[in-house]
Antibody, heavy 120, light 107 residues
């Protein structure tokens, strides 16, 4: 069974940093691109960032470019999102998701999310 | 900026109704379009990829069509479990932008 379990969320002050992790199991993690998607409270989905299977390609939404960094450790079956210079508008539930294949952005499995709250 | 625009933003319908949701891209995206369903408190679920391909395990009452800039998601006969929020999303070219969502409610 495919499982994606996010962690690392919490309450953080504006301007500070936070690192999210996503532990994957039930599939060959190193074979698939993976992504972060967020959802602000009561709002819609926003794709944040994606990384190819071998870390050779990364992509970011304009809203986080230059502040967030996606990375992965295939030996540990883990995806990361380093979030710097956090803003109140980054407050959201952050999901990690497995790509259907290639670097398509078609998200076939999702975790349950970790909540990030940016507030003073 | 690239945008995906869904209509309507909300929709009321009854069990057994046929429902259509529309998604428009701000520039042509061929058939690189996905549809997701999200229920309250749950992660989204992929329903349709490549505009019209049904994801494994998704009931056949769901169908998708379109190409270029205009796409539709159709539910042929609404079931009680279909009341949820639906999102379209561009695929195969980042940013993988989502539409703003369509909330489907019980009439």
């Amino acid at each position: 069974e495919v499982q994606l379990v996010e962690s690392g969320g919490g309450l953080v002050q504006p301007g500070r940093s936070l690192r999210l992790s996503c532990a994957a199991s039930g599939f060959t993690f190193g074979d698939y691109a993976t992504h972060w998607v967020r959802q602000a409270p009561g709002k819609g989905l926003e794709w944040v960032s994606g990384i190819s299977w071998n870390s050779g390609s990364t992509a970011y939404a304009d809203s986080v470019k230059g502040r967030f960094t996606i990375s992965r450790d295939n030996a540990k079956n883990t995806l990361y999102l380093q979030m710097n210079s956090l803003r109140t508008e980054d407050t959201a539930l952050y999901y990690c998701a497995k790509d259907r294949g290639g670097f398509s952005g078609s998200l076939v499995y999702w975790g349950q999310g970790t909540l990030v709250t940016v507030s003073s | 900026d690239f945008q995906m625009t869904q209509s309507p933003s909300s929709l009321s319908a009854s069990v057994g109704d046929r429902v259509t949701i529309t998604c428009r891209a701000s520039q042509s995206i061929s058939t690189y379009l996905n549809w997701y369903q999200q229920k309250p408190g749950k992660a989204p679920k992929l329903l349709i990829f490549a505009a019209s391909s049904l994801q494994s395990g998704v009931p056949s009452r769901f169908s998708g069509s379109g190409s270029g800039t205009d796409f539709t998601l159709t539910i042929s006969s609404l079931q009680p479990e279909d009341f949820a929020t639906y999102y379209c999303q561009r695929s195969y070219s980042s940013p993988y932008t989502f539409g703003q969502g369509t909330k489907l409610e019980i009439k």
